[in-house]
């Protein structure tokens, strides 16, 4: 059959020269059985006296489908639609036929017509419907990949219909779990169940299995995960519903299965009235306003229409990506929000208090932070100045700008931590804690509070986006620990929860968002793995494609994170948010701390930096020891010059 390719790649006009010698032969066909039927015999055509009925009936037939467009069609993209046109053809043909014979006076049965158009259709358009499919089996198939769609629904149809028109992929089978669907054939494609699945991958080959649910929750999206997951092919999704329909995305724009499927965590629609009460013909203020929440904080935002949006980054390249962002966002919505690009550091608090001033911002958004844990285990004076003096500074200059509302983001890594990133998070939620007991005594004082949740999906320094490209590159995948786990949330989602936690706030609120269950994060990466078509390498399967490597617990990590360092915790008006009341220290108190920290920072004196952190209420246990790179170097030095 790939022979025939070279038919398929002849120009255009040969190709339409020889469907219409083609169709002339189908001509004369029909019309020698018409009259076989008929008559009994074909004398009628050996007659050199009936040339002239059969050359016209032949031209003006011809003429006929030029007309009509049927050498126009591609065969290639052929639908029902064009039989109707044969069939048409063919009628206009008969009739034709009849009125030639009726003026030439040649004696033919009047039933011969009506015989010979019913055949002339069949053959015309069964011929064109063959070589459709000639051609759908033969051009390209050696690039083309076999693939089966889950869910022979409404929109695995739509799928099916569309990838018959690629040359990218052929469906070879819809896989539904719906018993009235299986065992049956949609669209010339067999249904199966799950159960049969296995079979065609190993009978087709196939490569890809496409996931086409996209209205379905994401629990129901794990369940369907969890079952495709152990088969030998890489799991595609389609886009999302609403993305389709909206018109940003097609049916058939295939992507890799979205990772918070794999967490089968439904997110909870945010409730409008909180989600504007701070923001809302308000100015709101977004410090880390480059980074993965605070970027995030501020798309969310925007949207709720605060008078003014002020961005406060360190980071040039950061403030510049989200600032052009927001103004395309603003602009696609036609919204009325003044965007104030800010640079400036939270260890500076006269630009802190002067952009809080001048802008009169009403609501803070206190993201700016380092969070990454070995990082601020390399450089514990920077850790302590940014996360620790940097909230501190931001909330005092919120008391004095006269500021209403201030939410500082917090980790579960403040919870029992054992690292110095961990202890700087709980500090700095003692120093607003203090600050709130000083200003809740006040008629108008500000609001501070605090929302602690996990790791968000798709951050810097998340694990995702490092599986993927170990996966792509072949591996190993890297996990520290076999049994180490993390909650984990989308972005939007714990931006969304944070703005309503903020709403809900009194003044020294400490907020924990439900996070759902913890993810093992080994689970995490063979499932990783299993979605790109790929299998584990492991004892048990030592042939396998990708192996996972444990590399040990990196300096401070732990191998599970926590919420609450308490059960002392009440439920809200949202049921993704709770309210826990810990232990905090009075401001003098926390700022007679502060002091002692300043002095030891400024001498790098690590050893009482790091007991100051043990003997404040944080209840950090490390589990190294000091791991600050400078002052490790410089230790050295003074011991090699001593010895």
């Known amino acids: 059959m790939q022979r025939l390719n070279f038919i ?55 003429l006929i489908f030029t007309k009509i467009g049927l050498y126009r069609a591609v065969l290639r993209y052929l639908t029902f639609q064009a039989l ?15 009125v030639f014979a009726y003026y030439l006076q040649e004696p033919i049965p009047r039933t011969v017509p009506i015989i010979y158009g019913a055949y002339l259709a069949l053959l015309c358009g069964g011929s064109r419907l063959v070589v459709r499919n000639l051609v759908a089996t033969t051009t390209s198939n050696s690039l083309r990949q076999d693939v089966l769609i889950y869910g022979a629904g409404s929109c695995g149809r739509q799928l099916a219909v569309a990838l018959r028109a690629s040359e990218s992929y052929r469906v070879r089978a819809f896989i539904d779990d719906d018993s009235t669907l299986t065992n049956t054939i949609i669209l010339g494609l067999p249904v199966v169940d799950l159960s049969k699945a296995e079979k065609l991958i190993e009978k087709y080959s196939i490569t890809k299995i496409l996931l086409a649910i996209p209205s379905a929750s994401r629990s129901r999206r794990k369940q369907v995960l969890d079952l495709l997951a152990p088969l030998p092919a890489e799991i595609q999704t389609v886009p999302d519903m609403a993305d389709i329909v909206s018109g940003k995305a097609k049916i058939d724009e295939l992507t890799d299965v979205p990772i918070e499927d794999l967490l089968g965590r439904d997110a909870v629609a945010p409730q409008q009235v909180l989600m504007e009460a701070n923001i ?12 993965s929440i605070g970027s995030e904080l501020c798309r969310q935002i925007l949207r709720q229409e605060p008078k003014k949006l002020v961005l406060f980054e360190l980071s040039e390249f950061g403030l510049y990506q989200i600032d052009r962002e927001l103004a395309i966002l603003k602009e696609s919505k036609g919204l009325d ?38 990082l601020v285990e390399y450089n514990v004076v920077e850790g302590v100045r940014n996360n620790i003096y940097g909230t501190y500074y931001t909330a005092k200059a919120a008391i004095e700008a006269g500021v209403e509302s201030f939410v500082l ?28 007991e000083q200003e809740n005594q006040k008629e108008n004082g500000t609001r501070f509070c605090m929302v602690r949740f996990g790791n968000v999906l798709g951050s810097s320094g998340s694990v995702i986006p490092l599986f993927k490209k170990q996966i792509k590159a ?73 192996e996972i490597l444990f590399s040990g617990l990196r300096p401070g990590e732990k191998l599970y994170e926590e919420l609450l360092i ?8 949202h049921e993704r948010i709770m309210t826990a009341h810990e232990v905090f220290l009075p401001i003098d108190e926390y700022e007679a701390l502060l002091e002692s920290l300043d002095f030891a920072c400024h001498n790098l004196e690590h050893e009482t930096i790091r007991q100051i952190l043990l003997d404040a209420p944080t209840d950090f246990k490390p589990t190294d020891g ?8 410089s230790t050295a030095s003074k011991e090699r010059v001593a010895s």
């Open 84 to 98: 109707f046109v044969v069939t048409a053809g063919a009628v206009l043909s008969a009739i034709s036929l009849a």
């Open 626 to 633: 000091i791991g600050d790179l400078v002052w490790n170097v």
């Open 566 to 573: 308490g059960d002392n915790v009440d439920k809200t008006a």
């Open 280 to 291: 809302k013909d308000k100015v709101v203020m977004v410090t880390g306003a480059g980074g």
């Open 474 to 546: 072949g591996g190993p995948l890297t996990v520290t620990h076999p049994d180490i786990t993390r909650f984990f949330m989308t972005i939007p989602e714990a931006a969304q929860l944070v703005i309503q936690a903020g709403a809900m706030g009194k003044g020294g609120d400490v907020f924990v968002l439900d996070m759902g269950e913890s993810v093992k994060i080994t689970d995490l990466a063979e499932n990783l793995v299993k979605l790109s078509g790929l299998s584990v390498k492991n004892e048990k399967n030592p042939h396998g494609d990708i």
């Open 337 to 374: 929000v003044e965007i104030v690009p800010l640079l400036g550091s939270v260890q500076r608090a006269h630009r802190l208090l002067t952009a809080m001033k001048s802008f009169g911002v009403e609501t803070v958004y206190h993201a700016a932070a380092y969070k990454h844990v070995p």
């Open 409 to 436: 983001i917090s980790t579960d890594k403040a919870v029992r931590p054992t690292n110095v990133m961990g202890t700087t998070k709980r500090m700095a939620e003692l120093g607003l804690q203090a600050l709130a």
């Open 8 to 62: 398929w790649q002849l120009p255009r006009l040969q190709k339409r020269v020889i469907s219409v010698a083609f169709d002339v032969f189908l001509i004369l066909f029909a019309l020698h059985i018409a009259l076989w039927v008929r008559l009994g015999h074909v004398k009628f055509l050996s007659d050199s006296e009936n040339l002239i009925l059969i050359s016209l009936t032949i031209v003006s037939t011809v």
